[in-house]
């Protein structure tokens, strides 16, 4: 089982920039790049969405059609460390955002199903 944590979330004005970290720790031995890694958002009275996940291995990455050509998730094995890094942003993108992690899915996907998942960062993008 691994643990996760998010952080850099906060409150930003629409068209600014924000980027999330997840740090995740495990078993001694653990490496990140066994493991597909997604962020997820949820906002008040809405379901939860898929937002962007990155592979084990080779590290392909996919995004939710909202977030195409905005966001982008990139990791630091080394740091045990995913980002996103998210641009111009709208007031739809307000949420909480949760990374999630799964072993044993050579390509991700948002529709998956992830055993792990951390507390949440906030995202408030507003004027």
């Known amino acids: 089982q691994l643990q996760l944590v998010e952080s850099g979330g906060g409150l930003v004005q629409p068209g600014g920039s924000l980027t999330l970290s997840c740090t995740a720790s495990?078993?001694?031995?653990?490496?990140?790049?066994?493991?597909?890694i997604g962020w997820f958002r949820q906002a008040p009275g809405r379901a939860r969405e898929g937002v962007s996940c990155?592979?084990?291995?080779?590290?392909?990455?996919r995004y939710g059609d909202s977030v195409k050509d905005r966001f982008s998730v990139s990791r630091d094995v080394a740091k045990n460390t995913v980002y996103l890094e998210m641009k111009s942003l709208k007031p739809e993108d307000t949420g909480i955002y949760y990374c999630?992690?799964?072993?044993?899915?050579?390509?991700?996907?948002?529709?998956?199903?992830?055993?792990?998942w951390g507390q949440g960062t906030q995202v408030t993008v507003s004027s």
């Open positions: 999630a992690a799964v072993r044993l899915l050579p390509l991700c996907a948002l529709s998956a199903a992830y055993d792990d």
């Open positions: 495990g078993f001694s031995g653990f490496t990140l790049d066994h493991y597909a």
């Open positions: 990155i592979s084990p291995n080779d590290g392909t990455t």
